[in-house]
């Protein structure tokens, strides 16, 4: 199949993309390209290491277990999410990744943001599972949310802030098709206002501050971009088609089993949709 797959991400909205990725598992639809930003590179491993359910575990299962969000966290690890345990114990002991599966899956690519060029830094099929935990865990740190993470002395942020939607990106990397899951509403657009940042924020990163203002309207161009080849029949989007109840830190199981079933059947009505596309020229 000589499509490419793209994984918005969208924080706990991404168990959406847990229930479509699951679903292309049960059909053994198996992409030779991913690339993920953010919650979507997260949910997308499972996928990539061809770990059906694994996603859901982490997303429903274990945050019931073990509420890994809040502000306590802000005082402990500087980031409003327990990353300590999201990429530490939970895939180094609890679930780890099969690695062996992983490597073998085909091309997966995670997005971050470079803090000192502003620009999108995107981070090819890691080698190990260190340095796949650690390109994740930048590619999911929020701005204002997460302290930056360090990859290779390079301080990184949310892959969102520089390519939320790296559309371009895939098919730069020779995939003109692809599948393309979103985790808002369709005509979801970001409002284009963007408030100026105090001085003392990112003061030492002007780069960074600049693709903060910009994000959004780069963010909308992108989206409209994708709904274009949507038309054209280049490109199949799966995306949420009930109204969201489910946020960026949403912690309600009832909600998040509901999105992820969601995504789910919204993943099993497109697979008509996806082999047509494969079939194409």
Known sequence: MNLGLLLEGGGMRGVFTA????????????????????AGASNGLSYASRQRGRARKCDIDILSERNYIGVKFLFSQGCIMDYDFLFG???????????????????????????????????????????????????????????MVYVGGVPMLDGGIADALPIRRAQSDGYEKCVVVLTRNKGYRKSEKFSRLPGFVYSKYPELRKALATKNARYNASLSYIEELESAGRAVVIRPESPLKVNRLERSAERLEALYREGYSCAERALGRIRGLAGSK
């Open 19 to 38: 229930g479509a990725t699951d679903c292309f598992l049960d059909n053994r639809i198996f992409f030779p390209y991913v690339i993920g930003v953010s």
């Open 89 to 147: 114990e939970l895939p180094k002991k609890i679930l780890p990744y099969d690695m062996g599966a992983y490597l073998k899956s085909g091309r997966f690519v995670l997005v971050a943001t470079n803090c000192l060029t502003g620009k999108a830094a995107y981070f090819d099929t890691p080698v190990g599972s260190d340095d796949l935990l650690l390109k994740c865990r930048a590619s999911c740190s929020l701005p204002f949310a997460c302290r």
